[in-house]
């Protein structure tokens, strides 16, 4: 069977997704059984596994959906207490008090917020814990869940404590000596050291295309559940937006360079929240009072914006909380997910217990290990007990809360028990009596051959498709790593910028990683629109995959080609579109004055329609966010790696 035929057969069950799901809209409840039933008849058939593999891989499927299910309740519970408590209308009230608008909360909530819980806990953590926070303080859930899709991607090659890069690159790079080999040839015969190389080269590839990230977000939040259904309503932030990006990925990278993988998302979230937060309180960059932007009316929302979660403004027992005493369980759960990831003595209770990790029907699958203790679902259960007490919640509320957790977990089930077993067969398809290497890896060769020398600008969408498909980054950087590595050496590039183009392109999947979508929208209820929120964030992960690749393209061919290189030209198309858009449409005038106006002159509503003319002064601080600080930042990093080298 020719090499392109494969491709195009282990293309099918990412094609079914595409087709069933996102175009057609069909609920991940019925798209995702039929996809799992593709997978396992192109397995079986085509791949020739034996059937005992294709069980295997289904039953370690099953496993980790629970685990997911299992993370998934304990977040709603986390929320469902809050809101029994009062805690919620308490927060609710605290954000209102440091912005009433819905864009400064957003980035500040699951830009900032989110990427501190995906540098602790990562796997799809910040989904649990943000999107249900977003939805307590008023916004719609399908808002709330794209908001969280789309920042799962700065933080999360470095979420965990570094798991992507530790475990994930270092997995997929280690079984190979030669690599190590290289690793010492070019200074670094510490293979720690290396891995640490590769993570600096990561976080400057993601501080670049991360710049744009809370900006993107704020677009798309006013774009698609906005009043107006306008772009321009949140590139009218475009300051804050970049203000708050850059006091996030300056402190990243620096972080990466001088602590290690462990940090860089943990170091530059707190940074971040720290300035930003306080930013927001003295009125720097915000809009002020009278322009702040707000969704529409509730009655006024379309059904499927919300979910089966309603978030009631339960007033605090006693009549009043403390802002101090509302957050303290968000306290408590960020601090059991770092102290859990990073000290040891915690760490190493935690995982006292583990269940697994023996052959399933005596194939060579693996069941996935589950260390109940250290599951962050056992943590939200924690933070919700220590809430009860904190908060004085009377018992029957307490119960409350668990019934509805109870009942809207158990509506998840049936997208994830399919979608987490297709993923596992898809993955374990190699060794049948075909003779064909595994589904991805059929993929990733076909993509290879056509693209030739042009491979830095697709190494991200492969890491991408894999993250996508897999769930993880860090799956995707075991599964794709060395062959990324060996790409670099068939085209004659530097190879580590092609793994750091990998881990780059498998943190940005998670936007478009069916089974994080569907944990994340069962977590507001809002399942049966998976499709939707894809759709949504679809154009995110292109911007996030092509930009790095673009300028991996560049790094890697400058020897050769010099400054003016295909890489270069499409680092100025992406760079020129958003200084031009930002600078037209970024006005600093907003139009929820305009709306608010009981009538509007013809004469006026014509001119508010035509695009405004890009002044001077945009121009000139868009170039210099989105070009002179990425030019420095690379000049930097060219600087501190040449200390590396011999």
């Excluded at 986390?78 to 209102?96: D, M, V």
Aim: proline residues 6%; charged residues 10%; aromatic residues 10%.
């Amino acid at each position: 069977m020719g090499t392109m035929t494969l491709a195009l057969l282990s293309l099918l069950p990412i094609a079914t997704v595409a087709v069933f799901l996102v175009f057609l809209r069909w609920p991940a409840s019925r798209a995702m059984p039929l996809t799992y039933a593709v997978a396992a008849f192109l397995a079986l058939f085509v791949w020739q596994i034996p059937g005992v593999q294709v069980t295997a891989a289904t039953l370690n499927g099953l496993v980790i959906a629970f685990t997911l299910l299992y993370i998934i309740f304990g977040a709603i519970l986390l929320l469902n207490t809050l809101q029994e408590s009062g805690a919620i209308s308490t927060i609710r009230k605290g954000f209102t008090d440091i912005s009433r608008d819905r864009r400064v909360q957003v980035i500040i909530v699951a830009w900032l917020f989110g990427s501190f819980i995906e540098g602790s806990a990562g796997f799809g953590t910040p989904a649990a814990v943000a999107v249900p926070l977003l939805v307590g303080l008023g916004f719609p859930g399908m808002a709330a869940v794209m908001s969280g899709m789309i920042i799962q991607s700065t933080p999360v090659s470095f979420g965990a404590a570094g798991t992507p890069i530790l475990v994930g690159v270092n997995n997929g790079l280690s079984a190979n000596p030669a690599i190590a080999e290289y690793a010492a040839q070019i200074g670094y015969p510490v293979w720690t050291d290396f891995l640490a190389f590769i993570g600096f080269k990561v976080a400057v590839l993601h501080a670049i295309a991360g710049t744009l990230v809370p900006l993107i977000l704020v677009s798309f939040l006013t774009r698609f559940f906005g009043k107006n259904r306008s772009f321009s309503e949140g590139l009218q932030v475009w300051k804050f937006a970049m203000f708050a990006s850059l006091s996030m990925t300056i402190p990243y990278v620096a972080a990466a360079y001088l602590l290690g993988p462990e940090f860089p998302a943990l170091v530059g979230s707190l940074v971040g929240l720290v300035i930003v937060v306080s930013a927001a309180r003295a009125g720097f960059l915000v809009p002020k009072p009278a322009d702040a932007w707000d969704f529409d009316a509730k009655k006024n929302w379309p059904a499927e914006w919300t979910g089966s979660v309603n978030i009631k403004n339960v007033a605090p027992r006693g009549g009043s909380m403390s802002l101090l005493k509302a957050w303290s369980p968000y306290a408590v759960v960020a601090l059991l997910l770092l102290s859990s990831r990073v000290v040891d003595p915690f760490r190493s209770f935690l995982q006292s217990i583990t269940l697994g990790g023996n052959s399933i029907l005596g194939s060579s699958i693996i069941m996935q290990t589950v260390q109940p203790l250290y599951l962050p679902g056992t943590l939200f259960i924690a933070t919700s007990l220590i809430a009860l007490y904190m908060h004085q919640i009377p018992v029957p509320a307490y119960k409350k809360a668990w019934a509805n957790s109870l009942r809207v977990s158990a509506a998840a089930s049936i997208a994830l028990i399919f979608t987490v077993p297709m993923v596992q067969v898809f993955l374990n398809s190699g060794g049948g009596t075909a003779g064909f290497d595994r589904m991805p890896i059929v993929l990733a060769d076909a993509v290879a051959a056509l693209a030739g020398g042009a491979w830095p600008v697709f190494a991200p969408f492969i890491g991408g498709i894999g993250a996508a498909v897999a769930g993880s980054n860090t799956v995707s950087n075991m599964m794709f790593s060395e062959f990324q590595f060996g790409m670099g050496g068939r085209i004659m590039a530097d190879p580590t910028w092609i793994v750091a183009l990998q881990a780059v392109g498998g943190a940005a999947g998670n936007m478009i990683c069916v089974h994080n979508v569907v944990a994340a929208s069962a977590v507001v209820g809002l399942l049966g629109r998976e499709g939707s929120v894809i759709r949504m964030t679809l154009m995110p992960f292109v911007y996030y995959a092509l930009l790095p690749g673009s300028v991996g393209y560049f790094l890697v061919s400058y020897a050769d080609q010099g400054v003016l290189n295909a890489g270069t030209l499409l680092i100025t198309l992406i760079v020129g579109l958003a200084v031009y858009i930002i600078a037209r449409y970024g006005g600093t005038q907003s139009s929820s004055r305009a709306t608010k106006s009981p009538s509007v002159s013809k004469r006026a509503s014509q001119a508010a329609s035509k695009p405004p003319t890009p002044s001077m002064e945009n121009i000139l601080f868009v170039a210099l966010e989105l070009v002179v600080i990425p030019l420095v930042i690379l000049q930097v990093f060219r600087s501190l790696a040449s200390s590396y080298l011999p």
